[in-house]
């Protein structure tokens, strides 16, 4: 060894000697200190100051206010699974069933005792207007003196129906009916007392072939008469149709109407008639064709 390699040696000796010293003796750092927060100063109170009182103000009473409506339940929509439940007013509910949607309920035919009940009925309401017919007749006796008579006859009643037919005086209808009573006789079919002077009639029938009931026809005829204080008057009318369309189509396709109504009127001297009335006017025959 050289003297270079020596001299390392011992400088890197005294080196490591002196580490653990150097170690133990190099001060220790110490922690420092936690700085104190500063001191909050109480905050200076005010005085309490004496409210001032209101002025004095009437206080209105409160008004009532209605309670708003509580909105219904809604029902939950059906899922296609089926299901149905109840449920108390908390909300909760218990559900099962089958998804088949509820069929309809059938409405239950008409028996015979409802139609018996409407026929009742309708023969009631009748009763009741034949007898507040009865009644205007009663006064109007003691207001007119002219009584009316009106008849109306079907004279072709082999051959057609008169499905309906109606008598309007003045506008009102005093006669209606759909059974075909003037076909099978020539009675009464207004009976009152009326105004003297002028009044308007209208006659009105329709009818229905028998041997083909496809051919209508409606005939329509409107007159004029005169009523005569202290007398009767009695309209007579007499519908027909002399045509042959509902037998001869189908044999000859051919056929015609014959519509008409026939109309006599005259007057009728009464039994209590006033000693002073007028003569009795002659009896005038008024034939009203009618409308096709």
Do not use: C
Not at 61 to 84: F, I
Not at 99 to 124: I, K, N, W
Not at 204 to 228: H, L
């Amino acid at each position: 060894m050289n003297g270079r390699s020596t001299f390392r040696l011992v400088r890197y000796g005294v080196l490591f000697a002196l580490i653990p010293a150097l170690a133990t003796a190099a001060p220790k750092r110490g922690k420092k200190p936690a700085k104190k927060p500063p001191a909050t100063k109480p905050a200076k109170v005010d005085p309490p100051v004496e409210p001032t009182p209101p002025p004095d103000v009437p206080v209105e009473p409160a008004k009532a206010v209605a309670p708003s409506p509580t909105p219904a339940p809604t029902a939950p929509p059906a899922t296609p699974n089926g299901g149905g439940g109840t449920g108390t007013g908390s909300g909760a509910g218990a559900g099962g069933g089958s998804g088949a949607p509820a069929e309809p309920t059938d409405v239950p035919p008409a028996t015979d005792a409802d139609v018996d009940t409407l026929r009742q009925e309708y023969l009631s309401l009748r009763d009741e207007l034949f007898k507040s017919r009865a009644r205007a007749n009663t006064v109007a006796s003691q207001l007119y003196s002219t009584r009316i008579q009106v008849k109306l006859t079907y004279t072709t009643a082999r051959y057609y129906n008169p499905a309906k037919s109606s008598i309007r005086l003045d506008g009102a209808n005093v006669y209606e009916d759909a059974s075909g009573a003037i076909a099978g006789d020539d009675n009464i079919r207004f009976d009152g007392y009326v105004a003297p002077g002028r009044h308007l009639i209208t006659f009105r029938v329709e009818a229905t072939g028998k041997d083909d009931d496809s051919f209508t026809s409606a005939t329509e005829s409107q007159i004029v008469v005169k009523a005569v204080a202290g007398k009767d008057l009695i309209v007579v009318a007499k519908a027909k149709d002399s045509g042959d369309i509902a037998y001869e189509w189908k044999r000859k396709e051919k056929g015609s109407y014959g519509l008409g109504i026939d109309v006599s009127i005259k007057t009728s001297k009464r039994d209590d008639a006033p000693a002073g009335a007028a003569p009795a006017a002659a009896p005038a025959a008024a034939p009203a064709k009618g409308k096709k």
